[in-house]
C-alpha cells in the first residue's frame, strides 16, 4: 500500500524541483513561512511536521518555530543517517573557492615569470 500523497513545504528555492519528483509529494509549496502556524496546518491539514535532528533556527523573536506542531503532537524529529549540514557545505565552497584563487594566483606569477623571461631572452 503506498502511502498518501501530500503537500511538501519548502523554503530551499533550490530544493523545491527535486522534492516534486518525490512519488509520495502531491505538492510542493515554494516559499512556506519559516513558522508553522496552526492557520498553516489547518489550511493544508498537516497530520505530521518532521525535521532532520541536525540544528534547526529560532524565529528573530527567540520562539520555536516548531512550537505549534509540537504543542499538537505532530511534530517528529528524523534521521537522515547523513552527517551532512548546510555549514559544512558553505565552508566547502569557501575553502575550494579559496584554493582556486590560490592556484590561478600562483598561474599568473608563473606566467608572468615566463613571459618576462622569454623577453629577456628576445633582447639577448
Given at each position: ?53 541536525k ?37 566547502r ?32
Amino acid at each position: 500500500m503506498s502511502p498518501e500523497r501530500k503537500p511538501l513545504f519548502c523554503m530551499n528555492p533550490i530544493l523545491c524541483p527535486a522534492l516534486v519528483t518525490l512519488r509520495f509529494v502531491s505538492e510542493v509549496v515554494i516559499g512556506a513561512p519559516f513558522e508553522v502556524t496552526s492557520d498553516l496546518l489547518d489550511h493544508f491539514g498537516v497530520n505530521l511536521v518532521c525535521h532532520g535532528t541536525k540544528y534547526y533556527a529560532m524565529c528573530e523573536d527567540g520562539s520555536d518555530p516548531y512550537a505549534e506542531p509540537k504543542r499538537r503532537g505532530i511534530f517528529k524529529f528524523v534521521e537522515s543517517g547523513n552527517q551532512t549540514t548546510t555549514e559544512g557545505i558553505v565552508s566547502r565552497i569557501i575553502r575550494r573557492r579559496l584554493e582556486f584563487e590560490d592556484r590561478n594566483r600562483n598561474k599568473e606569477e608563473k606566467e608572468v615569470k615566463a613571459l618576462a623571461a622569454l623577453e629577456a631572452s628576445k633582447q639577448s
